[in-house]
Structures are given as structure tokens and as C-alpha cells.
């Protein structure tokens, strides 16, 4: 992949997967972090007004559902209002129009039994796809000295996510954990997942090409927990009990249109993830 050249990049939420990755796409660029706290409005317009970015990508947000749920109104301060913090930063004080990407989720889709795209309907599954499409919101509706792309971002899995994670919790329990018994819930849950190396991929030639609206970053192609289940156990021979199953749970997404710009995900990336699992365990 060519890289862009010679641009200063803003980056916030740093620490996090993705925002640590995507650095690696942009070597020959001035790239500056963002690392305070994004919900108070002064630091980040102080960080704005220092800096004339040509391009920022937003991917500071609190993400795993059970602290999302242990604490909604933190995760609203974060997640919505740090967000509009950084967009009127952006009105307010910057001197040229920015490209602005924001890291959204698949959890603003609902479930079904079909691919949802780009137009699909907006109902979020959890508090966290709600606070995330509150944010969409705001950047379509306040554009003024920036130009958005938005990136629905579906699953996906790291050695660094914490065991709370899908994939993470299952490597515990059936290449980590001397327990015979592996108990699954949701076994029938449908998902689609990327690698973090072709979810940078994809934001990479959104930017490389000044892409604006709103994409889809997905395989498309779907996978059953239980199958991930099965592929890690293979060697392991654990006995599986599933205790609880959910019906009509399937988010699975419609690449078509960020397959226009270039981006071509695996077929299997989900065992990518699992291989990257096992070389470490």
C-alpha cells in the first residue's frame, strides 16, 4: 500500500487497538496523539488551536459493553460528548477543512436474519451503539471546517483485547483453562469479523482517497459462534455444553460499497484471528 505523504495527523484514543495500529499506515506523516481527556472541552480545543491538522481520526470511546454498562453516563461523556467536544474544536479553531474519520460500530444496526448496508435502520442494540449513533448524528448535522467518513466498524479480535472480549474469553476457556467443561452461551450468534491489520487497511484507503459518508468496514461474510467454538477445540477435545442460544441473532454487514474503494478483507478472516490467538498460546 502507498502511504499518504507529508500530512499532519491528529489521533485520538491512542492507547487503544485500533488507535495504536493505524500510526503504522502513516509513518511519513506528523502524527500527533491525543492523550488527555477527551470529555473536557478546553483541552481539546487547546489541542486543536496548537495544531493544523490535515487530517484527524477519532477513535477515543469506552467500548466493552460491561463497563459501558456499569457506568452509561461516563460512557455518554465519553463517547458522545467527547466527541462533540472535537467537532466543535474543529468549527471553532482550525484554519482549513479537515478530513475527519470517526470510528463507529455495527451496534448501531439492529439484528436480523439479513446483511444490513450502509442505508439499513438505525436501532442500536446496546447503550454503547446508542451512544455511538448520538455522535453520528452530531457529525453529519454540525459539518463546517471538516469533511466526515465515518467507518461502522463490525467484530473483531486482538491478543491485546481483554478476556471480556468474544474470542479472547473463548481462547481462555478452551486453550488456557484446565476445565473439561466449556460452557457457550448464544452458540448460534452470527458475526462478522475483520482482523485489526484490514480494519487499518480499510481506514487507510479511505483517507488515501478522501472518501466521505458513512461505510461499512466488514468481511460480509458471517460466522457462527459455535463453529469458532469447535475450530479452537479441535486439538483440545473439551466437552461443550451450550447454555443458552438466542434467536434471530445475526449481524453480519454489506461491504459492497467500501469494496468500491479498493478494500479486499480475506474470506476467512475470523481464522486469522484464531492463528494469531494460537501462536501466542
Not at 480475506?266 to 494460537?278: A, D, Q
Request: aromatic share 12%; proline share 2%; charged share 25%.
Amino acid at each position: 500500500m502507498k502511504y499518504i505523504k507529508e500530512k499532519k495527523i491528529g489521533i485520538t484514543g491512542s492507547t487503544g487497538i485500533l488507535g495504536s495500529t493505524i500510526s503504522r499506515y502513516f509513518k511519513n506523516n506528523k502524527i500527533i496523539f491525543f492523550k488527555k481527556d477527551i470529555t473536557k472541552s478546553k483541552i481539546v480545543n487547546d489541542w486543536i488551536k496548537k495544531n493544523d491538522f490535515d487530517l484527524i481520526f477519532h477513535f477515543a470511546a469506552i467500548v466493552p459493553l460491561n463497563i459501558v454498562n456499569k457506568n452509561k453516563k461516563y460512557a455518554l461523556s465519553v463517547n458522545y460528548h467527547g466527541t462533540k467536544n472535537l467537532i466543535n474544536a474543529i468549527n471553532n479553531y482550525t484554519k482549513k477543512k479537515v478530513w475527519f474519520f470517526f470510528s463507529s460500530t455495527s451496534h448501531v444496526y439492529a439484528k436480523g436474519k439479513i446483511k444490513v448496508n450502509e442505508k439499513s435502520p438505525k436501532i442500536p442494540i446496546n447503550y454503547y451503539g446508542y451512544t455511538k449513533l448520538l455522535a453520528e448524528n452530531y457529525i453529519i448535522k454540525n459539518k463546517k471546517n471538516y469533511e466526515f467518513c465515518i467507518g461502522r466498524i463490525f467484530s473483531f479480535s486482538s491478543i491485546k483485547q481483554k478476556k471480556s472480549f468474544l474470542i479472547p474469553s473463548l481462547v481462555n476457556k478452551i486453550l488456557i483453562s484446565k476445565n473439561k467443561n466449556v460452557y457457550i452461551e448464544n452458540s448460534s450468534s452470527v458475526r462478522d469479523f475483520l482482523t485489526v491489520e484490514e480494519i487499518c487497511n480499510a481506514i487507510t484507503k479511505l483517507a488515501k482517497k478522501n472518501k466521505r459518508g458513512i461505510y461499512n468496514i466488514c468481511s460480509s461474510n458471517g460466522v457462527e459462534i459455535i463453529k469458532i467454538v469447535n475450530f479452537l477445540n479441535r486439538f483440545k477435545r473439551k466437552k461443550i455444553k451450550i447454555i443458552s442460544n438466542k434467536k434471530n441473532d445475526f449481524l453480519v454487514g454489506d461491504n459492497s460499497k467500501i469494496k468500491k474503494v479498493g478494500f479486499k478483507p480475506s474470506n476467512k478472516s475470523w481464522k486469522l484471528i484464531i492463528n494469531s490467538f494460537k501462536k501466542v498460546n
